[in-house]
């Protein structure tokens, strides 16, 4: 028996409330009682007030309530009936305060019944046998649309389902109301996923219908249906029965047979989340108190999480409600999340209540109903872990497909039935990901998963994290493929950042890594059933954290190639940022936190894969100190004097540059990517930033690089000097100093390489044309320092240099302006700078050269 109001602790979705509101006095709960008698026969309306006052001090209206109290609540329903045709709002309103306060008096004050017990149990048949024929009746009417058959909104949600709970629960309760009240509750919340989308399901107080949403939504309407589950659970004494109320329960956490889905919007899907949420949360507080029916229940969560067979009874108790697997998965891993948490962390089972082995059985089974969550939650071997992301952000797009319309031929019917069917199926898919990863989740931050599958449990929810977190740059960018209302598309991806799962992205990536670096320091975290070695798991979440910046930066870029500027100006940039900040801070974490290059391994692959992802995502870098400290370690990584640091440093430069052609040189809505590309020029910048820590690695015959510098250089050839070659043309300041700075490192590191020698004079050439008003001069006079040092002997190339600056300073002479006559001064400074620099056998050259450009200074004024 649930020995306080479940209701209390479930008021907000995140913050446990376990102590009653204050008492309200016995004078003010008179004067309610007494105005709301007088006025609902007199003018309903008025009785508003009084019921709303008594309904929300429900739990602190003192003992004992009135005695003609539950006859008169039982009255304002039939009241309520009377006035749906003439005032819907108005009904709603009076029947779901009127069955909320008959559900509190049922549970909680029934007992104190000033009339007797025998009027109680009375009162209590009356109140399961009202409830149900108003409920039914209200589905009747909606379902077949009867224009002759008023009812009232709140019938059609959680509060029918929610009182007749209370009712079944009550201590009082004789045993042929508790089980008719069960298969009641069974009933009409089967009826209310039946039929959700057809009327009104408002639910709560002012909640009026028709509501375009679902029994998890709004908030309220999620309360009562969690708390109208946990009550039926604990006062069912059947297997059958809990089979039949998860059967028609947890499809509500799918979504409508005959409607929407539980997910067909993102903020259904928000939803859905904060609600499962409430029903782990619920669950784990009160399964102690009934260890017997929760044993019942994690059976059934494990076989609709595994996909098998249930016995679903027959006789009196079964209402032939089947559990389908694909429906009742998303809430069976929210009840399976609360029953291990509450068997691992909570109390065990009060003196009495139930036996130790009913207990122990809900522990063993809860368990492996955690391993299934696993395998559900988990990237399929070989598939794309955004696939399942791109088919949900393109159905809420496209706001679900509607049906075509009267007189289409077949073949168009036909392809709307198959959209429809996929749209489904991605959305049905969708929930039962990011149940099990919330679910997952839960278990992890109070260390409940079984130790045999945490590496992989771990791993699920890194991808489930990674999934909610690109969800809000992949609905923006099929937003404005399906060309949306821009601000419907701003609303649609702030719903996506709102989802728990993807709010709380870089804490759980933070709860991720530190486990794993645990596991990582206890020698690879091996457990009874794993397979996955330390090294290899690390591997494993930076790819992960990879993937996630891929999906990002590719949908960030396709976003602005394609969405129009007037679209893109008119979107709410407070509603569009955090969908691409979430991404940067959860990798950011998930990195910061696992070591990427172990003492005793030889595998840079975690990285490479820091690397990469940081520079994908570095167009969404928001201030935060761990980034710096990781770009650190990363340039230590780099710099660092060992066969590894060549290692990462030859595939860095090799692998992760954008491709000269294919990226940097492709068509960019009307200009080209390297220039015009906003996320591709934030990765080049990144990477050229980590150029002067890794052209060394390159360098040295017989040196850290088993290629030699001939062979890195090629290396650098390949996709760094091509890069740099254009960022020194870029609009963007930093990256052209950052282009010069990479410059300056390869000359420095393999001047002499025949590579570098024949890109030199287009890169003279390139810096020259733009000093003094794009190229910078400090870096500039360095790189052409670097080749005139650390150039090959006899080299000409510093002649060819200074021959040009001195060409580019005979021309800023003429141009005559004060600024490029200090540009001049500085390249002529340059000229003959080079002179003690250079070796012997240029020198009678280089003196030409400085004398020719002295003479053109004195020419010039």
């Not at 009241?79 to 108005?90: G, I, K, Q, R, W």
């Not at 599958?453 to 923006?476: F, I, K, P, Q, Y």
């Not at 457990?527 to 996630?548: M, Q, Y």
Request: some cysteine; overall charge neutral.
């Amino acid at each position: 028996m649930i020995p306080t109001p479940l209701e209390l602790s479930l008021g907000e979705p995140f913050e446990d409330v376990s102590f009653n509101p204050a008492g309200t006095s016995a004078a003010s709960a008179k004067k309610a009682w007494d105005d709301a008698a007088s006025s609902l026969a007199r003018d309903p309306a008025v009785a508003l007030a009084p019921l709303r006052f008594l309904a929300a001090n429900r739990f602190g209206v003192p003992d004992p309530w009135p005695v003609e109290a539950p006859r008169f609540l039982l009255d304002a329903l039939a009241v309520a009936n009377a006035t749906a045709t003439s005032s819907p709002s108005l009904a709603s309103d009076i029947w779901s305060l009127g069955a909320i306060l008959l559900g509190t008096w049922a549970r909680w004050r029934s007992e104190r019944h000033p009339g007797g017990t025998s009027e109680a149990r009375e009162i209590l048949g009356a109140i399961a046998r009202t409830i149900r024929e108003h409920a039914a009746r209200a589905h009747d009417g909606a379902g077949r649309k009867l224009a002759n058959a008023p009812f009232a909104a709140s019938q059609l949600g959680a509060t029918p389902v929610l009182t007749l709970a209370c009712v079944a629960s009550a201590p009082l309760c004789p045993r042929e109301t508790r089980a008719g009240a069960l298969r009641d509750v069974a009933r009409i919340a089967g009826l209310a996923v039946n039929n959700g989308g057809t009327g009104g399901i408002g639910g709560g107080v002012g909640e009026v219908g028709p509501y375009p949403g679902t029994l998890t939504r709004p908030e309220s309407s999620a309360q009562r249906l969690v708390a109208a589950f946990v009550y039926a659970t604990s006062a069912a004494d059947d297997p059958v029965y809990i089979t039949q109320l998860c059967a028609s329960v947890f499809p509500a956490w799918r979504g409508y047979r005959n409607g929407p889905s539980a997910n067909h919007s993102p903020e259904d899907a928000v939803a859905s989340q904060t609600s499962g949420l409430l029903l782990t949360r619920a669950v784990q507080a009160t399964a102690a108190t009934f260890p017997e029916a929760a044993a019942s229940l994690a059976s059934t969560a494990r076989a609709v999480l595994r996909g098998a067979p249930i016995d679903q009874g027959e006789g009196e108790t079964s209402l032939n409600l089947a559990l389908r697997p694909d429906e009742c998965q998303s809430a069976a891993a929210y009840v399976a999340a609360g029953l291990q948490l509450a068997t691992r962390r909570g109390a065990p089972p009060p003196p009495g209540r139930g036996s130790p082995d009913a207990w122990h059985r809900v522990g063993d089974v809860s368990a492996d109903a955690v391993r299934a969550c696993v395998a559900l939650a988990s990237c399929p071997a070989g598939g794309r872990c955004f696939e399942l992301v791109d088919d949900v952000a393109e159905t809420w797009a496209n706001e679900g497909h509607a049906n075509p319309t009267e007189g289409a031929d077949v073949e168009t019917r036909t392809r709307a039935d198959v959209a429809e069917r996929a749209a489904n199926s991605a959305l049905g898919r969708w929930s039962i990901a990011t149940s099990c990863a919330l679910a997952l989740v839960r278990c992890q931050a109070s260390g409940a998963i079984p130790p045999d599958v945490e590496w992989d449990a771990l791993e699920a929810v890194s991808v489930g994290t990674n999934r909610s977190c690109a969800a809000g740059a992949l609905a923006l960018l099929a937003s404005a493929r399906a060309r949306s209302d821009p601000g419907r598309a701003s609303a649609r991806v702030a719903a996506c950042a709102r989802a728990p799962l993807a709010k709380r992205a870089p804490a759980i990536a933070t709860l991720v890594a530190e486990r794993v670096a645990e596991l990582h320091a206890l020698g690879g975290g091996l457990g009874a059933g794993s397979g996955k070695t330390g090294v290899g798991s690390i591997r494993s979440f930076a790819n992960r954290a990879r993937e996630l910046a891929v999906a990002v930066h590719d949908a960030f870029r396709g976003f602005k190639q394609i969405a129009p500027t007037t679209w893109q100006r008119s979107l709410d940039a407070s509603a569009t940022h955090p969908a691409f900040r979430g991404p940067f801070l959860a990798a950011l974490a998930l990195l910061r936190g696992v070591p990427l290059l172990s003492p005793s391994a030889n595998d840079v692959s975690p990285a490479l894969a820091a690397i990469d992802a940081l520079a994908r995502l570095e167009f969404a870098r928001t201030p935060d100190p761990r980034y710096a400290t990781l770009l650190r370690d990363i340039a230590n990584a780099l710099a660092s004097d060992d066969v590894r640091s060549a290692r990462l440093a030859r595939a860095t430069c090799g692998s992760l540059f954008p491709d000269p052609v294919a990226e940097l040189d492709a068509i960019c809505g009307g200009g080209v990517a390297w220039s015009d590309d906003d996320a591709l020029g934030s990765r080049a910048h990144l990477l050229l930033r980590l150029v002067p820590y890794a052209a060394p690695r390159l360098a040295g015959p017989g040196g850290a690089d088993p290629g030699g510098a001939e062979e890195g250089a090629l290396v650098l050839a390949d996709r760094v000097m091509p890069c740099v070659e254009r960022c020194l043309a870029h609009g963007r300041d930093a990256l052209v100093r950052a282009a010069h700075v990479a410059a300056v490192a390869i000359f420095r590191s393999h001047g002499r390489s025949r590579a570098t020698q024949r890109w030199f004079p287009s890169y003279l050439n390139r810096s020259l044309e733009m000093f003094p008003h794009r190229t910078p001069a400090e870096p500039f006079v360095a790189a052409i320092g670097a080749v005139a040092t650390y150039g090959e002997l006899g080299s000409r190339l510093p002649c060819l240099a200074a021959a040009g600056a001195a060409a580019r300073a005979a021309a800023l002479d003429r141009v005559g302006d004060a600024s490029s006559m200090d540009a001049a001064s500085s390249l002529r400074r340059l000229v003959f700078g080079l002179l003690a620099s250079v070796d012997h056998a240029i020198v009678p050259e280089m003196r030409a050269v400085a004398e020719s450009a002295m003479m053109s200074a004195g020419r010039g004024g």
